[in-house]
T-cell receptor, first 114, second 115 residues
Framework: DAGVTQSPTHLIKTRGQQVTLRCSPKSGHDTVSWYQQALGQGPQFIFQYYEEEERQRGNFPDRFSGHQFPNYSSELNVNALLLGDSALYLC?????????????FGPGTRLTVT | DQQVKQNSPSLSVQEGRISILNCDYTNSMFDYFLWYKKYPAEGPTFLISISSIKDKNEDGRFTVFLNKSAKHLSLHIVPSQPGDSAVYFCAASRLYGGSQGNLIFGKGTKLSVKP
């Protein structure tokens, strides 16, 4: 059983560009959450998707948007990239109706903005 | 304002001894607390969790203790092994609409277990 997968592994972009990151959840999971982890910090919640809708959102600007597809996979889009967007982007999947259940994380996408 | 705090950036322990990692939180409304372990170039891996209505949960070598009055939790690893060397994150969660909410993480504690 494949766990959470993310693509690409690494990405280098220029300031002002746009980027799309992809995530496939663990088999059977219906909820996908995205987190940003800056160097030396813990992961910070960006947003959560369930039933193809944004269910919850953290304190991130509108430049960060997402999508969930019918097969539960998800994309994270970031527009007008800033140097400060350089970070590890983590995707996590889980069951929405099992609040005590842990979120499973993927290996992350390392984004570098130059 | 950080709602979940891990005040020790690093901890070094001898193999076979106990490792104690600490975490403090400010929001008394959290419903669940979780510990994750992270190796370089990998995503966080779930270790153990505890509901806010419990004060202890044990799973093999890992035990989490919750002190609600002090808003403090700790992770005990006994005995510590070199393979436990990693960054440990404390996380907290509130129910959202009666279902799973997002995780709020501390900054992590780097544990080094020396042979």
């Amino acid at each position: 059983d494949a766990g959470v997968t993310q693509s690409p592994t690494h990405l280098i972009k220029t300031r002002g560009q746009q980027v799309t990151l992809r995530c496939s959840p663990k088999s059977g999971h219906d909820t996908v959450s995205w987190y940003q982890q800056a160097l030396g910090q813990g992961p910070q919640f960006i947003f959560q998707y369930y039933e193809e809708e944004e269910r919850q959102r953290g304190n991130f600007p509108d430049r960060f948007s997402g999508h969930q597809f019918p097969n539960y996979s998800s994309e994270l889009n970031v527009n007008a990239l800033l140097l400060g967007d350089s970070a590890l982007y983590l995707c996590a999947s889980s069951f929405v109706d099992r609040p005590s259940y842990e979120q499973y994380f993927g290996p992350g996408t390392r984004l570098t903005v130059t | 304002d950080q709602q979940v705090k891990q005040n020790s950036p690093s901890l070094s322990v001898q193999e076979g001894r106990i490792s104690i990692l600490n975490c403090d939180y400010t929001n008394s409304m959290f419903d669940y607390f979780l510990w994750y372990k992270k190796y370089p170039a990998e995503g966080p891996t779930f270790l153990i969790s505890i509901s806010s209505i419990k004060d202890k949960n044990e799973d093999g070598r890992f035990t989490v203790f919750l002190n609600k009055s002090a808003k403090h939790l700790s992770l005990h690893i006994v005995p510590s092994q070199p393979g436990d060397s990693a960054v440990y994150f404390c996380a907290a969660s509130r129910l959202y609409g009666g279902s799973q909410g997002n995780l709020i993480f501390g900054k992590g504690t780097k544990l080094s277990v020396k042979p």
